[in-house]
Nanobody
Framework: QVQLVESGGGLVQAGDSLRLSCAASGRTFSTYAMGWFRQAPGKVREFVAAISWSGESIYNLDFVKGRFTISRDNAKNTVYLQMNSLKPDDTAVYYC??????????????????WGQGTQVTVSS
């Protein structure tokens, strides 16, 4: 059983930065790929980034454009999403998730096995 808890969200202004954290419990955490998704009200869940157990990462280049960085600290059972140059369109609930099947994670939310409760990010103009 894997349990995930996101933190670090909040209300910021456009251009600000935030670092989201996802604390995980479970003995096999370090072997799993981890992903970040986001979902705004009335919109579909959207892939943000994913990282393999060994640190290889992929991003949704449609909107990340070098602004976001995913990382993980397996010793601390924690995954991070550093978000810079935030825009109002980044406003959403951000979720971390575990993909126990695909080495480098997946772009599709249905491929993820475990989900956190989400943390709200609100970016004002």
């Amino acid at each position: 059983q894997v349990q995930l808890v996101e933190s670090g969200g909040g209300l910021v202004q456009a251009g600000d930065s935030l670092r989201l954290s996802c604390a995980a419990s479970g003995r096999t955490f370090s072997t799993y790929a981890m992903g970040w998704f986001r979902q705004a009200p009335g919109k579909v869940r959207e892939f943000v980034a994913a990282i393999s157990w060994s640190g290889e990462s992929i991003y949704n280049l449609d909107f990340v454009k070098g602004r976001f960085t995913i990382s993980r600290d397996n010793a601390k059972n924690t995954v991070y999403l550093q978000m810079n140059s935030l825009k109002p369109d980044d406003t959403a609930v951000y979720y971390c998730a575990v993909d126990s099947v695909h080495y480098g994670g997946s772009y599709y939310y249905r491929d993820y096995d475990y989900w956190g409760q989400g943390t709200q990010v609100t970016v004002s103009s």
